[in-house]
């Protein structure tokens, strides 16, 4: 197994007054590791600090033991790394070609003819080769982000750090991430940020759930959907008290929080699970 | 065809070993050329690797993008093939060097008019060094390089990337200053390169500026002090007196100065800070 070790140690992150992360830990060797939260929870900052893309305020990120903060190490934990940014973007007038290429010298990958074949690798791997000559401007939102995807590739990192991958892709790019990064997970480290909580119980080994900053939940997708277990019930009319609750299609409600007795309970979902723990502040569980 | 007499299974093991003589070597080629057996007889001698090698590098050649002028021209002057990339790499950065040059050329032809005054002069003395500055500005940094992120996060210093595009955007701006000043050298002499140290100190100033504050408003604060300190000294002196010999040691020296306040914060350009 070629993974890298990454141990979050208590990071923070402040942007003036405002704090994007609170004291967060979470360690991971190997696997698919979500990080799930809604929008502004954090998610994209945890990210870019884990890319050594943005310097924690406080705390300290190791990947392999090595300290992202500090030189040499920063150095060499990047040339395990690759990244794809929550928002691609890539010079309009260059060909997706000549894009990977430069970033493939920026990975240090200066050999003209072996540097030209892992380039085709990674285009191949996101169904981008027969793309390779196009300019960027002529291609879709979900063909970009494919093409930020394939550049975290290269190199065959150890860790690969991508926020928010599945985003602009239609469902049969969906299932083909989903097949690609838990294959890459079975050799590297992969942590993914979502939104989704269906992408996150398709691909997990590990689910880390934050808010407002902080860890909500780190386990599993079995775990995370146990913690909505006898919470989950159906109305027929809005409930009166209910964490959440939503009108389904048949006109009945989904609802989930502490039910009234003599309620028709249902089997939770990751998502129930998920929304029970960001609708309302809570301690953080470990499942 | 025939073939000529002795070639052999030794010969073409010799061959691809490279100890043919050349009168051989010929043989062997000629034979090749003419005979799909003695094409497998020779390439039978030759490791799968090293065809597999020699074939990557041709599916390489066709599979290479087209390289434009820009990067072409750099690799014939000696430069690696993966720097040049780098360089050619950022078309805002290509840009930047024509805005450059056109801008110098202009304030040099306006200079180099016939009724030229040391006031003329004075005017492409001042605007001259503030074309890397404005080069600079577009070279590097967040919101200028649209994969920064991607770029941040590899191994490749970002520092060193700056430098890289800085020096390049400095020998641009030479070549098109030097071009300038070639123009109106008959009347103006040597004068006319007394732009060239400003324009260093003023490019190292700005990377300097550049670790404490965005690119573009280093780049600003910088031109605007220049053409802020030129007016002043030239309304209580005279035109040239900021560009005199006796001024020009002090460019060098805040050259230096700044290149060392540039190496010490170097780390600066290592990440990127974004509210997310």
């Not at chain 1, 990977?100 to 920026?106: E, G, H, K, P, T």
């Not at chain 2, 309304?235 to 020009?248: E, I, L, S, V, Y």
Request: hydrophobic share 45%; glycine share 8%; net charge neutral.
């Amino acid at each position: 197994m070629n993974a890298a070790s990454l141990r979050v140690d208590r990071v923070g992150h402040s942007y003036g007054k405002r704090v994007a992360l609170q004291d967060l830990s979470l360690s991971a060797l190997g696997g698919v590791v979500t990080v799930l939260g809604p929008n502004g929870a954090g998610k994209t900052t945890l990210l870019r600090s884990m890319a050594t893309v943005q310097r924690a305020s406080s705390g300290q990120i190791y990947v392999d033991g090595l300290d992202v903060s500090v030189e040499p190490d920063r150095t060499e934990a990047r040339r395990r790394i690759g990244y794809l940014p929550q928002e691609p973007r890539f010079a309009p007038r260059a060909t997706v070609f000549d894009i990977v290429d430069y970033l493939a010298i920026c990975k240090e990958h200066h050999d003209r003819r072996d540097r030209h074949r892992e380039v085709r690798r990674v285009l191949e791997a996101v169904q981008l080769g027969d793309r390779a000559d196009d300019r960027v401007r002529a291609l879709s939102g979900g063909m970009v982000r494919r093409l930020g995807i394939a550049q975290s590739l290269l190199g065959q990192p150890r860790l690969l750090v991508l926020d928010e991958p599945a985003a602009g892709l239609d469902p049969d790019q969906r299932l083909q991430l989903r097949d690609l990064l838990t294959t890459l997970g079975a050799t590297s480290t992969v942590v993914v940020s979502t939104d989704m909580t269906d992408e996150a119980a398709a691909i997990s080994s590990q689910v880390i759930v934050i808010a407002d900053g902080t860890t909500r939940f780190v386990g599993t997708a079995a775990g995370l959907t146990r913690l909505a277990g006898e919470r989950v019930w159906i109305a027929p009319q809005a409930p009166a008290r209910a964490t959440r609750s939503w009108r389904q299609p048949d006109g009945t409600y989904r609802c989930i929080g502490d039910p009234p007795p003599g309620s028709t309970m249902v089997e939770p979902t990751m998502e129930d699970g998920y929304l029970l723990l960001v609708s309302a502040p809570t301690e953080a569980a470990v499942a | 065809m025939m073939i000529d007499l002795p070639l052999d299974a030794s010969l073409a093991q010799r061959y691809v070993a490279g100890s043919t003589t050349a009168a051989e070597t010929m043989r062997v080629e000629r034979a090749m050329d003419s005979s799909a057996s003695w094409r497998g007889l020779v390439g039978a001698q030759v490791p799968a690797e090293r065809l597999e090698h020699n074939l990557a590098g041709v599916v390489a050649e066709l599979d290479a993008p087209k390289r434009g002028f820009v990067e072409r021209s750099m690799i014939r002057v000696g430069l690696h093939d993966h720097v040049a990339r780098l360089l050619a790499a950022t078309p805002v950065m290509r840009r930047s060097w024509y805005i450059a040059s056109v801008l110098v050329l202009f304030f040099g032809l306006a200079a180099s008019n016939p009724d030229n005054t040391n006031g003329s002069l004075g005017i492409f003395l001042a605007i001259a060094p503030l074309v890397p500055v404005l080069g600079v500005a577009v070279a590097y940094g967040p919101g200028i390089d649209p994969a920064h992120d991607m770029t941040v996060a590899t191994p490749l210093s970002g520092f060193r990337l700056l430098l890289i595009r800085a020096v390049a955007v400095l020998a641009t701006s030479v070549v098109f200053g030097g071009i300038g000043g070639v123009l109106i050298a008959q009347s103006h002499g040597i004068r006319v390169v007394a732009w060239m140290l400003p324009a260093l100190a003023l490019t190292t100033a700005t990377l300097a500026l550049s670790t404490a504050v965005a690119t573009r408003t280093a780049s600003a604060i910088t031109a605007g002090g220049w053409l802020i300190g030129v007016a002043v000294v030239a309304r209580a002196a005279d035109d040239f007196t900021m560009f005199g010999a006796p001024a020009q040691p002090a460019y060098a020296a805040a050259a230096l100065a700044a290149g060392i306040v540039l190496f010490m914060r170097r780390d600066a350009f290592e990440s990127v800070e974004v509210a997310s």
